[in-house]
């Protein structure tokens, strides 16, 4: 749903602007008032929630050309006209130049309340269908990025559309090669603060004594070596997202100063006391067990639970198996164009060792094994290292039928008759076992 709606009144005229704001109070209406064209013009970006109520005869830029400025930056926001007595002439102009209504002094409250309310209706019919519109474009940018059709993988997509937009820090868990930077990259994306930057560092790679600078930075002459001052990781991604992965790397003296930033949103360079404002949203990754090391004091408490405002579960690979033939496809279609390869489909028997293997290594293990495929080099999992125990037979049958299905049913885009025909089973058979593995 959009933010409650507000009416910005346009008027010089004190009075009478302070009538308008009164009378739409009096029925709960929100607004405001400014006296000038170029004051609303600061008010009102695009999409902005609510509607302008404008005199027609302002200073400076008159209410024709503020109504000329608002609909070519917003066409879809309503704008009314108040007019003078004798200027019928310059409404009917405003109104061939799409202006929602006008009002003519004297006008009475009620007229102005019904006109707003009105107007207040169509802002927000409008402002709703362009949030589904874009949740909807968001969805199918998120099922591009994140493919699998298992209940674990669509209950993440649903995750990320609902908290992309929210400010609280989300911590990710899960193990390597689940795709941490990808959820975190998503949760950007999909976000208001997708135009502005995506700043990720990886904890666990930086030696100790550069943590400090190269995450809050630091001032020129604050250490041997810094000729000059530099703008640190959390500063780099004002109005952005800080991705910080093996956060539980970080080290416990600096693991206080990100707590500030959490807290404070400031953030302070290295060798100065001067607090630098900053508007970032911090995603945090971690494969090991916060809590786990909060309790044995290794890592912070107070930390750990302003990170863990929300926790994404990342599912292991071996957990949504129906997704491996999906990815590994798509993991294929990729290399076959960075390679200049062709993209050389699975055999059956291949999509059945793929199924059974339980992929210590994740959807990581998995793409490296396309990458391997593509290039000749075969499509066996456990090729060069001892691979883990895989599972029982009769497991393993059942993974595999129940992929082979939920990838039939994906081709023919979910129609029952056309997957029984590709898999040559009766129509009633594969009902029943479409049934009997959820899908």
């Known amino acids: 749903m959009p933010a409650e709606l507000t009416v910005l009144i346009v008027e010089d005229d004190a009075d009478v602007r302070l009538g308008c704001e009164q009378a739409l109070r009096l029925e709960g209406i929100a607004t405001r008032g400014v006296a000038s064209a170029e004051a609303a013009q600061r008010e009102t970006a695009a999409g902005w929630p609510g509607i302008v109520v404008s005199d027609i005869r302002l200073p400076g830029v008159d209410g024709m050309a503020l109504l000329a400025q608002l609909r070519a930056r917003d066409a879809s926001l309503p704008v009314i006209m108040i007019t003078g007595h004798g200027d019928v002439a310059l409404a009917v102009q405003a109104m061939k130049q799409g202006a929602y209504d006008f009002l003519e002094k004297p006008f009475s409250p009620e007229a102005l309340v019904d006109a707003t309310r009105r107007a207040l209706e169509q802002r927000r019919l409008t402002l709703e269908v362009a949030q589904l519109r874009e949740r909807l474009a968001g969805r199918d940018k998120l099922e591009a990025k994140l493919i699998g059709r298992s209940p674990a993988i669509e209950r993440l997509r649903r995750l990320i559309a609902d908290l992309a937009d929210t400010a609280a820090n989300v911590l990710i868990h899960g193990e390597t090669g689940t795709g941490k930077e990808l959820v975190a990259r998503c949760l950007h994306d999909a976000s208001r603060r997708h135009a502005r930057h995506f700043v990720a560092i990886n904890c666990g790679g930086l030696p100790e004594q550069l943590f400090e600078s190269e995450i809050f930075g630091h001032e020129a002459g604050s250490f041997t070596g810094a000729a000059r001052r530099r703008i640190g990781k959390v500063e780099h991604a004002e109005g952005g997202t800080l991705f910080l992965d093996e956060i539980e790397s970080m080290p416990m003296p600096l693991q206080i100063k990100l707590l500030r930033v959490l807290q404070e949103r400031v953030v302070e ?33 107070d930390l750990y639970y302003r990170l863990n405002v929300i926790t994404l579960e990342l599912p292991a690979l071996r957990d949504r198996r129906e997704d491996v033939p999906p990815l590994f496809e798509h993991f294929v279609a990729q290399a076959a164009l960075r390679f200049g390869r062709d993209a050389v489909p699975s055999t059956p028997a291949e999509l059945a060792t793929l199924m059974a293997y339980p992929w210590p290594g994740n959807v990581r293990e998995l793409r490296n094994l396309a990458e391997r495929h593509v290039l000749g080099l075969g499509c066996d999992p456990g090729h060069g290292t001892t691979a883990p125990e895989a599972l029982p037979l009769a497991q393993a049958v059942e993974q595999f039928e129940r992929a082979l299905i939920a990838d039939a049913l994906r081709r023919q885009d979910g129609n029952l008759s056309r997957a029984s025909e590709a898999l040559g089973v009766a129509k009633t058979t594969l009902f029943d076992k479409t049934k009997k593995y959820g899908l």
């Not at 970032?280 to 912070?300: N, Y």
């Open 269 to 301: 360079r290295l060798g100065s006391n001067e607090p630098v404002p900053v508007d970032t949203r911090v995603v945090a990754a971690t494969k090991a067990d916060l809590r786990a090391l909060s309790d044995a004091g290794q890592f912070r408490s």
